[in-house]
């Protein structure tokens, strides 16, 4: 099973479709005008995890070091920080929340590391970043998994890994 996260996507509507839908000519001089558009703040946690999907890694530091976030927060998503980093797939950004703290033994709403999720989604790369700090490959989820159990058969570079190549 991969862990994965959705990312809702916003519909620009312009001023024509707007109008439209409302049965008012844009250009029209009699039509009430539009009203001003509302400026929007996200938390502080919201922000912080979209930063850290898209890889910010300036944003994520200034953000780490303004004491903005806590990096052990279970976010609605169900992951942490570095859970969220392990699933952009991006190493720079895990070795950062590393570098200010983040647990490498952080689990998930569903007791996932971020072991378990560089092995399910395919990240050798930060698999073996993780081992090399001493995450324990033992470590079982709720489901009793341990992260080699979720390794995919045809990723060789992970299974070498873990030393679960069987010759040919």
């Known amino acids: 099973m991969m862990k994965f996260y ?12 707007y109008t439209k839908d409302r049965g008012v000519s844009a250009s029209c ?8 558009i509302r400026s929007v703040h996200f938390p502080n946690d919201i922000l912080f995890q979209d930063y850290v999907r898209e890889g910010e890694l300036e944003r994520i530091g200034r ?5 903005r976030v806590n990096l052990d927060t279970i976010y609605l998503s169900g992951m ?9 797939g991006n190493l720079e950004c895990v070795k950062l929340l590393v570098q200010y ?24 790369h ?14 079982e ?10 390794i995919d058969p045809d990723n060789r570079e992970l299974l070498e890994l873990f030393g679960l190549v069987v010759n040919d």
């Open 29 to 36: 001089k009699s039509s009430a005008p539009l009203k001003h």
């Open 63 to 67: 953000f780490i070091r303004a004491r």
């Open 126 to 139: 930060i698999a073996r970043y993780l081992l090399a700090l001493g995450a324990d490959q033992e470590l």
């Open 80 to 88: 942490a920080a570095i859970h969220e980093a392990v699933l952009s």
């Open 141 to 150: 989820n709720d489901c009793g998994e341990r992260p080699a159990d979720l």
């Open 101 to 124: 703290g983040a647990d490498i033994h952080q689990r998930d709403e569903d007791g996932w590391t971020p072991l378990h999720m560089a092995c399910s989604d395919g990240f050798p």
């Open 6 to 17: 959705q990312c809702p996507v916003s519909k620009p509507v312009g001023v024509a479709d």
